[in-house]
Antibody, heavy 122, light 111 residues
Framework: EVQLVESGGGLVQPGGSLRLSCAAS????????MSWVRQAPGKGLEWVSG????????PYADSVKGRFTISRDNSKNTLYLQLNSLRAGDTAIYYC???????????????WGQGTRVTVSS | QSVLTQPPSVSGAPGQRVTISCTGS?????????VHWYQHLPGTAPKLLIY???NRPSGVPDRFSGSKSAISASLAITGLQAEDEAEYYC???????????FGGGTKLTVL
């Protein structure tokens, strides 16, 4: 069974940091691009960042550029998102998603994790 | 304001047909990038409904269909069922933003 399991969320003060992880199983992780998508309370889905299968290409949404860093460890089948300089506006459920049915740029998110909640508050 | 524009809400009675539009621009849908559709129920992971404008993943009922034309795309749901009540999102790639973009979401209410 294809599965993605996120972890690492929690309560953090403004300006703080967190590292989210996404453990993948049931597919060849090293051959698939991955992405992070978030949903703030009462808001819609927002794409945060993506990473190519080999980890070379890592685009970001303007709202997180320079503060968040996406990475992957293909030997551990794990995707990461380092969140720095956190703001109240970053409060959201963060989902990792597998990219398929297309190339890295415009493929679909065919498998999603259950999400991990990040709350930024003093 | 989302790059892809969806109506905030649509509604229909059981058994009826509804459509949800997704309007973009020349840097995303109009540039030829694929449109994908998702169903999202509160407290659950989003589910891929349509990929590549018109294709259904295995397990998605054929009551769901997608289309694309010029700078817009549409999701049609026929034979509405109570279980279809959810939020629906379109998604594509935007070359100006160099990243994926979602529509603002459409809340479907089954009357």
């Amino acid at each position: 069974e294809v599965q993605l399991v996120e972890s690492g969320g929690g309560l953090v003060q403004p300006g703080g940091s967190l590292r989210l992880s996404c453990a993948a199983s049931g597919f060849t992780f090293s051959s698939k691009a991955m992405s992070w998508v978030r949903q703030a309370p009462g808001k819609g889905l927002e794409w945060v960042s993506g990473i190519s299968a080999g980890g070379v290409s890592t685009p970001y949404a303007d709202s997180v550029k320079g503060r968040f860093t996406i990475s992957r460890d293909n030997s551990k089948n794990t995707l990461y998102l380092q969140l720095n300089s956190l703001r109240a506006g970053d409060t959201a459920i963060y989902y990792c998603a597998k990219v398929d049915y297309g190339d890295f740029l415009d493929g679909a998110f065919d498998v999603w994790g259950q999400g991990t909640r990040v709350t930024v508050s003093s | 304001q989302s790059v892809l524009t969806q109506p905030p809400s649509v509604s229909g009675a059981p058994g009826q047909r509804v459509t949800i539009s997704c309007t973009g621009s020349s840097s995303n849908i109009g540039a030829g990038y694929d449109v994908h559709w998702y169903q999202h129920l509160p407290g659950t992971a989003p589910k891929l409904l349509i990929y590549g404008n018109t294709n259904r993943p295995s397990g998605v009922p054929d009551r769901f269909s997608g289309s694309k034309s010029a700078i817009s795309a549409s999701l049609a749901i026929t034979g509405l069922q109570a279980e279809d009540e959810a939020e629906y999102y379109c998604q594509s790639y935007d070359s100006s933003l160099s990243g994926s973009v979602f529509g603002g979401g459409t809340k479907l209410t089954v009357l």
